[in-house]
Nanobody
Framework: QVQLMESGGGSVQPGGSLRLSCTASGNIISIGCVGWFRQPPGKEREGVAAKWFRTSSTYYSGSVQGRFTISQNNAKTTVYLHMNSLKPEDTAMYFC????????????????WGQGTQVTVSS
């Protein structure tokens, strides 16, 4: 089993920045990829960023490309989502997720999920 815990959400004005963190514990050697999903109020969940550990490939959705960056620490125990130039439409609950056998880019089938952290972009 793998446990994931997010932190770093909050409220920010449009154009601002936030960094989300996701700390993994448990059987992390089994993880093949990690990513961030978000669910805006009243909408479906969507994948926004993902990173494959074996190839170091990264994937971004079109809505965040160029503004968000996914990164990890060397031990692969913490994954970050750096969010710049935030827009009101980025307001959502953000979830960290991890998968064992990874396909599908940002919308990969995750085996493990965090509890989520709220990001609100408003003036």
């Amino acid at each position: 089993q793998v446990q994931l815990m997010e932190s770093g959400g909050g409220s920010v004005q449009p154009g601002g920045s936030l960094r989300l963190s996701c700390t993994a514990s448990g059987n992390i050697i089994s993880i093949g990829c990690v990513g961030w999903f978000r669910q805006p109020p009243g909408k479906e969940r969507e994948g926004v960023a993902a990173k494959w550990f074996r190839t170091s490939s990264t994937y971004y959705s079109g809505s965040v490309q160029g503004r968000f960056t996914i990164s990890q620490n060397n031990a692969k125990t913490t994954v970050y989502l750096h969010m710049n130039s935030l827009k009101p439409e980025d307001t959502a609950m953000y979830f960290c997720a991890a998968g064992r056998n990874c396909v599908g880019g940002t919308d990969f089938s995750a085996n493990y999920w965090g509890q989520g952290t709220q990001v609100t972009v408003s003036s």
